[in-house]
């Protein structure tokens, strides 16, 4: 028996042949998620991102630093303006001696002071009120203004002191002037308590120092000097008294801590002082006198010998001298009562 030889494929299959190989050639679309997990996709073009840094961000930025720099250097003009000023008001240095021994507070800052410039129309017969509104009291000579300065017009003709003093209304406090023109007996006066009882410092200008005095029932006892000290003409000085303690500052150091209570309570008066023939040529200006300081701003506590004398004051006590050491070698002289 003859078996049926197998026939060829019908032209109907042969054409699904064909369709199927050309579906499959085709590229299949893979979705963007996919194509990070699939090796096999095609990478895409991905259009940049906007840039967040743009123009009008970058001027913000710059008008905020400038105006952080503009602020800054604003609070450090101000604190330098008051640092100046505070520098700049004489009233309120302080200073240590030689040997960098101050001790004490920094009261007189804050103490109330009676100031005078002196700045108004020249007189010959009198200082009037100063600009902080004290009246000057001429206690011996005649005083006058000329040229914004305090100076002697007529000299006392009674004998050679001449003092003019402002009440401050307290025993404790400073005074302090410029010494516009300086002389022989140029000096201020303090613990004022009338014409016969006060204290008082004098220039001595071939020496180089001032003589500290003490006038008790019209006599004056030289409780000594202040040693060799290096000023010039336009100095300022100042004394500060606060209880029995009596500092005298030379442009604004302590120069020289005296102990004495006379007066400490009694006299109120501070102002300025001349004596002798040379005085009539001397000029005081930018006077300042704190009121009621409740402790000393510095003290000398300074190497050599500490003198005690006698002291026969309504209050009682001693004087003790502290000294400095001179600052400009040899010995320290001492001129003759007033």
């Known amino acids: ?23 499959a ?13 699939n090796p096999m ?17 970058s001027i913000l930025s710059w008008k905020l630093l400038i105006a952080i720099a503009v602020v800054l250097a604003i609070v450090g003009v101000g604190a330098m303006v008051m640092v100046n000023g505070r520098k700049a008001d004489p ?6 001696g030689p040997d960098k021994g101050g001790t004490g ?9 009676a100031r005078d410039s002196f700045e108004r129309p020249d007189s010959s017969s009198g200082l009037g009120k100063s600009v902080t509104g ?40 400073s005074v302090q002037a410029k010494a516009a023109k300086l002389t022989d007996g140029w000096g201020l006066v303090f613990r004022y308590r009338g014409p016969n009882a006060f204290w008082a ?19 004056a006892e030289n409780v000594g000097n202040i040693g060799l000290v290096k000023y010039e003409e336009g100095a300022t000085v100042k004394v500060e008294f606060v209880g029995p303690s009596i500092t005298v500052f030379v442009n604004g150091t302590a120069i020289r801590t005296i102990n004495d209570s006379y007066l400490q309570s009694q006299g109120q008066g501070a102002g300025l002082y001349g004596d002798g023939k040379k005085v ?59």
């Open 1 to 23: 028996m003859t078996e049926p030889t197998p026939s060829s494929p019908s032209a109907p299959s042969n054409a699904l042949a064909v369709e199927g190989a050309l579906v």
């Open 25 to 37: 050639a085709r590229p299949i679309p893979i979705p963007a998620s996919a194509g990070a997990s």
């Open 41 to 57: 996709a095609v990478p895409t073009a991905v259009a940049p991102a906007p840039d967040d840094w743009d123009d009008a961000d």
């Open 91 to 96: 009233a309120t240095t302080t200073g240590s």
């Open 105 to 113: 507070g920094a009261s007189s800052q804050d103490a109330p002071a």
């Open 134 to 173: 004290e009246d000057w009291e001429m206690v011996a000579g005649t005083w006058g203004i000329g040229g914004n300065q305090a100076y002697i017009s007529a000299a006392n003709d009674k004998g050679p002191r001449n003092i003019a003093v402002v009440d401050l209304g307290a025993g404790d406090g």
């Open 201 to 219: 410092i004098t220039a001595v200008l071939p020496t180089k120092t001032f003589n500290v005095w003490k006038f008790e029932n019209g006599k």
């Open 280 to 338: 009539v040529d001397a000029r005081w200006s930018e006077f300042v006198a704190r009121k009621g300081l409740t402790a000393p701003s510095v003290t000398v506590v300074s190497k050599g010998p500490t003198t005690t004398k006698p002291k026969a004051g309504t209050e009682g006590g001693s004087t003790t001298v502290i000294p400095t050491q001179p600052t400009g070698g040899g010995s320290s002289t001492t001129s003759a009562a007033p």
